[in-house]
């Protein structure tokens, strides 16, 4: 058996931001498909709930969450080079990007999956619920699978008054990426790293993968979909991450939207949790959300769900930021500066939050 089995599928967009990464630190590892039998005799007895990517490590032990696969894995593994940058800015940028790409690129990610190849993919669910039942079948599961799915879009704050600014900002994203990789392979440099299997969730299983996704990708931004296929394939890179400690200034663009669409929504979140903490003690479950909170993007505003989720991707950033010696970070303010993050170095969450047996906690 190989070290680690990873539980999840092509058509998943976390199993994506794993499998890139896993190739990449040349892990010995197996993918098989999250079926229902899967679902049913291994990820819902050791996991509790349905989940997607899922790995397993010999002796059985289970870990969910792409970013604790990468760190386990990484623990494990200690190759040179690491996937988790060594200098202080950049791996605060890292993180910064794991937040952007998992809980922020999602919102372009399922409107373009739902709305533009919704048929596709009940196909696609089916296919890889029950590989060996017949096409009309799989297609009445999968619509069943991804029905729960689906109606996670307008939690995402997608309807019709914000999707074009969705589209708008997805595109201005392409926009500022493929200018980007005309300069840079890679987010950080000249091999991949964090950031980049981050990114590789949302732009491969859904915006380059799903028909429709992948013509606009392509169409939009081609040399976008070769970099997505190249941290796909796990190809090690032929350069490093810039010298010093250094951020390319072409991905300051995108750090900026993301200072400006993404955190104040962040912070919003943050003033429900601290209302809801108020009244819960130590070691309770968080609840996935917390209530409606405003959102803007591409220039048009909208309503979403105040997801915790997003939080403790945020607290593993501000967890960086307290790691910093004092010259670390003073180049950080200077970058958070440019690009509108200045409120990020002194900002925390008003309560720990830590996870266990795969759920998050209040610490
Ligand atoms: N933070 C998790 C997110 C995993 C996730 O959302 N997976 C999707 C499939 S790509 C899923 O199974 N979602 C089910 C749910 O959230 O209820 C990770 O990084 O692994």
């Not at 058509?11 to 079926?35: C, I, Q």
């Not at 729960?148 to 074009?164: Q, W, Y």
């Not at 799903?210 to 976008?224: H, Q």
């Given at each position: 058996?190989?070290?680690?089995?990873?539980?999840?599928?092509?058509v998943s967009l976390?199993?994506?931001?794993?499998?890139?990464?896993?190739?990449?630190?040349?892990?010995?590892?197996?993918?098989?498909?999250?079926?229902r039998d899967?679902?049913?005799?291994v990820?819902?007895?050791?996991?509790?709930?349905?989940?997607?990517?899922?790995?397993?490590?010999?002796?059985g032990?289970?870990?969910?969450?792409?970013?604790?696969?990468?760190?386990?894995?990484e623990?494990?593994?200690?190759?040179?080079?690491r996937?988790?940058?060594?200098?202080?800015v950049?791996?605060?940028?890292?993180?910064?990007?794991?937040?952007?790409?998992?809980?922020?690129?999602?919102?372009?990610?399922?409107?373009?999956?739902?709305n533009?190849?919704?048929?596709?993919?009940?196909g696609e669910?089916?296919?890889?619920?029950?590989?060996?039942?017949p096409?009309?079948?799989?297609?009445?599961?999968g619509?069943?699978?991804?029905?729960?799915?689906?109606?996670?879009?307008p939690?995402?704050?997608?309807?019709?008054d914000?999707?074009?600014?969705?589209e708008?900002?997805y595109?201005?994203?392409?926009?500022d990426?493929?200018e980007?990789?005309?300069?840079?392979?890679?987010?950080?440099?000249?091999?991949?790293s964090l950031?980049?299997?981050?990114?590789?969730?949302?732009?491969?299983?859904?915006l380059?993968?799903?028909?429709?996704s992948?013509?606009i990708?392509?169409?939009?931004?081609?040399?976008?979909?070769?970099?997505?296929?190249?941290?796909?394939?796990?190809?090690?890179?032929?350069?490093?991450?810039?010298p010093?400690?250094?951020?390319?200034?072409?991905?300051?663009?995108?750090?900026?939207?993301q200072?400006?669409?993404?955190?104040?929504?962040?912070?919003?979140?943050?003033?429900?949790?601290?209302?809801?903490a108020?009244?819960a003690?130590?070691?309770?479950?968080?609840?996935?959300?917390?209530?409606?909170?405003?959102?803007?993007?591409g220039g048009f505003d909208?309503?979403?769900?105040?997801?915790?989720?997003?939080?403790?991707?945020?607290?593993?950033?501000?967890?960086a930021?307290?790691t910093?010696?004092?010259?670390?970070?003073a180049?950080?303010a200077?970058?958070l500066?440019?690009?509108?993050?200045?409120?990020?170095?002194?900002?925390?969450?008003?309560a720990?939050?830590?996870?266990?047996?795969?759920?998050?906690?209040?610490?």
């Amino acid at each position: 058996m190989a070290a680690y089995v990873l539980y999840g599928s092509e058509v998943s967009l976390f199993s994506g931001k794993a499998r890139a990464y896993l190739r990449w630190r040349g892990a010995d590892f197996e993918e098989r498909p999250a079926t229902r039998d899967v679902y049913q005799n291994v990820i819902l007895p050791k996991v509790g709930w349905p989940v997607v990517p899922v790995v397993e490590m010999a002796g059985g032990d289970v870990v969910q969450d792409t970013t604790d696969i990468i760190e386990t894995v990484e623990a494990q593994m200690p190759d040179r080079p690491r996937a988790i940058p060594d200098g202080p800015v950049q791996r605060v940028v890292s993180r910064l990007l794991d937040l952007f790409a998992d809980e922020w690129l999602v919102i372009p990610a399922m409107h373009y999956r739902w709305n533009y190849n919704e048929d596709w993919t009940y196909g696609e669910f089916g296919r890889m619920s029950a590989p060996d039942a017949p096409p009309a079948e799989q297609y009445a599961i999968g619509k069943k699978n991804g029905e729960r799915f689906k109606s996670a879009v307008p939690m995402l704050g997608v309807n019709e008054d914000t999707i074009p600014g969705v589209e708008a900002a997805y595109e201005a994203f392409l926009k500022d990426m493929t200018e980007h990789l005309r300069h840079h392979a890679y987010v950080l440099g000249g091999r991949a790293s964090l950031g980049d299997f981050a990114l590789n969730g949302p732009l491969y299983a859904h915006l380059l993968r799903d028909p429709e996704s992948g013509r606009i990708m392509e169409r939009l931004a081609p040399k976008v979909a070769d970099y997505v296929r190249r941290v796909q394939s796990g190809a090690p890179g032929d350069g490093d991450l810039l010298p010093e400690d250094a951020v390319p200034t072409t991905l300051e663009p995108i750090l900026s939207r993301q200072m400006t669409e993404q955190m104040p929504t962040l912070v919003e979140t943050a003033a429900l949790f601290e209302n809801w903490a108020k009244s819960a003690g130590a070691g309770a479950d968080v609840p996935r959300g917390f209530g409606l909170v405003e959102f803007q993007t591409g220039g048009f505003d909208g309503e979403c769900a105040a997801r915790s989720f997003p939080l403790w991707r945020l607290q593993a950033v501000t967890d960086a930021i307290d790691t910093m010696d004092d010259g670390a970070k003073a180049r950080l303010a200077e970058l958070l500066d440019r690009v509108g993050g200045s409120p990020l170095m002194e900002f925390r969450l008003p309560a720990r939050l830590a996870r266990r047996d795969f759920r998050l906690k209040l610490d």
